[in-house]
C-alpha cells in the first residue's frame, strides 16, 4: 500500500472526505459486495439500520443477510460500517474492534450514543435510522 493511499485512507476516517480509492473484493459475493457499496451512502454522523439497507437492496427480508456482510468487512475504517444499528436502537456488533469501538466511532461523527442498563450500548432518544 502507497503512502498516498493510507493518507486518503486516514484522511477519509478522520476527515470529512471520502476515501474514493479502489477497493477489491475477490473472495465477496456480488450480495455482500452490494451491501458494502450502498453502505457508503450513508452520511457521516448518522446511522441506518440493517432493515433500512435491505430495502434500499430490494431484500427487504435480508436484515440478518446484510449484517453477516458487513461483518465481512474487509476496510471497517473506509467503509463505514459502524453506521449500520438493529431497528430497536442497540448498536450490534461491529467487526473494527467491538462495540465499544462503534459506539466511540459513531460519538467521533456526533451521534449521541451510551450504554444501557443491561450494559449494551445504543442510540440516544432522538436519533435515529
Excluded at 27 to 41: A, I
Excluded at 49 to 65: M, N
Aim: aromatic residues 8%; charged residues 25%; proline residues 6%.
Amino acid at each position: 500500500m502507497s503512502a498516498r493511499m493510507i493518507a486518503d485512507i486516514l484522511t477519509s476516517v478522520l476527515g470529512d472526505r471520502a476515501y474514493r480509492g479502489p477497493l477489491l473484493f475477490p473472495s465477496h459475493t456480488p450480495f455482500q459486495r452490494q451491501v458494502l457499496k450502498k453502505l457508503q451512502e450513508i452520511p457521516r454522523g448518522e446511522v441506518r439500520s440493517y432493515g433500512w439497507l435491505a430495502k434500499r437492496l430490494e431484500h427487504p427480508r435480508a436484515s440478518r443477510a446484510v449484517g453477516n456482510a458487513l461483518a465481512w468487512n474487509p476496510f471497517p475504517f473506509v467503509i463505514p460500517c459502524h453506521r449500520v444499528i438493529r431497528a430497536d436502537g442497540r448498536l450490534g456488533k461491529y467487526s473494527g474492534g467491538g462495540d465499544n469501538m462503534k459506539a466511540r466511532l459513531l460519538a467521533y461523527e456526533g451521534v449521541s450514543v451510551g450504554q444501557g442498563k443491561d450494559g449494551t450500548w445504543r442510540l440516544h432518544e432522538g436519533q435515529g435510522g
